[in-house]
């Protein structure tokens, strides 16, 4: 059976009241349920006790007779349109949890006849969006304690708490970049302006132009470009199209997706089980996107805006389920980088390539020598995939 959408038959909340001042005959004494419910799954309500002893029950009328209803945090009631069954001696309610009214407690009542001292139970709410993987933290080194090195930036003299790399640190790289540290700043940014529009083609140039931009007035970008930060992170409409159909975030969105499923499938179709808060401090769960192909550095530019993933998040938006087994998943990829450089990206050991183009050297020099502040990059896209916990 394949994924079949559940979103038709949800229920609206009726607000009623449940009552409280009429006789019942058999009663529902006892309510079994998950601890946590999440939008869009399918849980089981077990009765387990009733006032009458079950030898005395008729099951098969008794069903008929059995209502449910539920409340999010105290607040009015809404019937449940689903019947009660029959497992070996258990009599159950399977319900996939509707979209839910704001709130974080969930409780589900059952009774027979009339609902005063309905048997209820009680579950917490899981509510989108909840992480489902982390990797490190945006703006911050690795162990999480200052600013990340190829963020920093200053005059080569003063010791901030921005500050990575004295002037000698930088002359010590090497003749080249004594060459470069010596140049005046308006030559520094036509070096790295030229490098820009030498491996920059159409809307990518565009968005990097935008980037240098803000790079050179600290964040004041020019206004005529429509390329002013928010909160010092670059979001840009092209940077996410691009980056999102490059083939390094198509295998990693891949290696995502089968994370998912196997969790799901090991959690049997629960979604709660998707739930990771952790900051892991390496990406060898799903590995992460690069973009530093040669295409990538001389053909399109996207090196350039975007050239390895400092941090990511990956956020479960939506998750629906009919039949606890088929499911459909929505998730959220946010990825960051940092527009800036730091000692590794222009060693003449590590990167001989970089270190021998004079633009690259000018972007490092115009950060931790002139003061130039950089900024994060954020790209974010949404994907959705159908699956089965059997195949998981």
Same mark, same amino acid.
């Given at each position: 059976?394949?994924?079949?959408?559940?979103?038709?038959?949800?229920?609206?909340?009726?607000?009623?009241?449940?009552?409280?001042?009429?006789?019942?005959?058999?009663?529902?004494?006892?309510?079994?349920?998950?601890?946590?419910?999440?939008?869009?799954?399918?849980?089981?309500?077990?009765?387990?006790?009733?006032?009458?002893?079950?030898?005395?029950?008729?099951?098969?009328?008794?069903?008929?007779?059995?209502?449910?209803?539920?409340?999010?945090?105290?607040?009015?009631?809404?019937?449940?349109?689903?019947?009660?069954?029959?497992?070996?001696?258990?009599?159950?309610?399977?319900?996939?949890?509707?979209?839910?009214?704001?709130?974080?407690?969930?409780?589900?009542?059952?009774?027979?006849?009339?609902?005063?001292?309905?048997?209820?139970?009680?579950?917490?709410?899981?509510?989108?969006?909840?992480?489902?993987?982390?990797?490190?933290?945006?703006?911050?080194?690795?162990?999480?304690?200052?600013?990340?090195?190829?963020?920093?930036?200053?005059?080569?003299?003063?010791?901030?708490?921005?500050?990575?790399?004295?002037?000698?640190?930088?002359?010590?790289?090497?003749?080249?970049? !004594?060459?470069?540290? =010596? +140049? @005046?700043? *308006?030559?520094?940014?036509?070096? /790295?302006?030229?490098?820009?529009? &030498?491996?920059?083609?159409?809307?990518?140039?565009?968005?990097?132009?935008?980037?240098?931009?803000?790079?050179?007035?600290?964040?004041?970008?020019?206004?005529?470009?429509?390329?002013?930060?928010?909160?010092?992170?670059?979001?840009?409409?092209?940077?996410?199209?691009?980056?999102?159909?490059?083939?390094?975030?198509?295998?990693?969105?891949?290696?995502?997706?089968?994370?998912?499923?196997?969790?799901?499938?090991?959690?049997?179709?629960?979604?709660?089980?998707?739930?990771?808060?952790?900051?892991?401090?390496?990406?060898?769960?799903?590995? !992460?996107?690069?973009? =530093? +192909? @040669?295409? *990538?550095?001389?053909?399109?530019? /996207?090196?350039?805006?975007?050239? &390895?993933?400092?941090?990511?998040?990956?956020?479960?938006?939506?998750?629906?389920?009919?039949?606890?087994?088929?499911?459909?998943?929505?998730?959220?990829?946010?990825?960051?980088?940092?527009?800036?450089?730091?000692?590794?990206?222009?060693?003449?050991?590590?990167?001989?390539?970089?270190?021998?183009?004079?633009?690259?050297?000018?972007?490092?020099?115009?950060?931790?020598?002139?003061?130039?502040?950089?900024?994060?990059?954020?790209?974010?896209?949404?994907?959705?995939?159908?699956?089965?916990?059997?195949?998981?």
């Amino acid at each position: 059976m394949g994924y079949e959408s559940p979103f038709e038959n949800w229920l609206k909340p009726s607000n009623k009241s449940l009552s409280t001042d009429a006789d019942a005959g058999v009663q529902v004494t006892d309510l079994k349920g998950p601890s946590i419910v999440c939008e869009g799954a399918v849980y089981d309500f077990t009765i387990t006790h009733f006032s009458v002893s079950p030898f005395l029950l008729d099951f098969g009328k008794l069903i008929d007779q059995i209502k449910w209803a539920y409340r999010v945090d105290g607040g009015g009631s809404s019937d449940i349109n689903q019947k009660a069954f029959l497992d070996g001696n258990r009599v159950m309610m399977r319900w996939q949890i509707p979209k839910l009214e704001e709130g974080s407690n969930l409780r589900v009542f059952a009774w027979t006849d009339q609902p005063n001292g309905a048997a209820s139970v009680s579950s917490s709410i899981l509510r989108f969006p909840f992480y489902f993987d982390r990797y490190k933290t945006k703006g911050v080194n690795q162990e999480g304690t200052r600013i990340a090195d190829d963020l920093c930036y200053g005059d080569g003299l003063k010791i901030t708490d921005h500050f990575r790399y004295s002037t000698a640190d930088i002359e010590s790289m090497g003749i080249l970049m !004594r060459s470069t540290a =010596s +140049t @005046s700043t *308006d030559d520094l940014w036509d070096e /790295l302006w030229s490098l820009v529009t &030498d491996v920059s083609v159409g809307e990518l140039e565009k968005t990097a132009l935008k980037m240098l931009s803000n790079f050179r007035t600290n964040g004041d970008g020019d206004k005529s470009l429509g390329n002013d930060l928010i909160n010092n992170e670059f979001i840009s409409k092209t940077l996410n199209e691009e980056v999102e159909k490059h083939d390094s975030t198509i295998t990693f969105c891949a290696k995502i997706q089968a994370g998912i499923q196997r969790r799901l499938a090991s959690g049997e179709g629960n979604p709660v089980h998707l739930k990771d808060s952790s900051v892991h401090n390496t990406s060898d769960r799903f590995g !992460r996107p690069h973009f =530093s +192909t @040669s295409k *990538d550095i001389f053909l399109g530019g /996207l090196t350039t805006c975007i050239n &390895d993933t400092w941090a990511y998040e990956v956020f479960i938006t939506e998750f629906s389920s009919n039949d606890g087994k088929n499911f459909k998943v929505v998730y959220k990829v946010v990825l960051y980088d940092h527009f800036g450089l730091d000692k590794p990206d222009v060693d003449p050991q590590e990167h001989p390539l970089y270190y021998a183009i004079p633009g690259f050297r000018a972007w490092f020099v115009l950060q931790h020598l002139r003061n130039f502040k950089p900024f994060i990059t954020r790209v974010e896209f949404e994907r959705s995939f159908v699956g089965n916990v059997s195949s998981g």
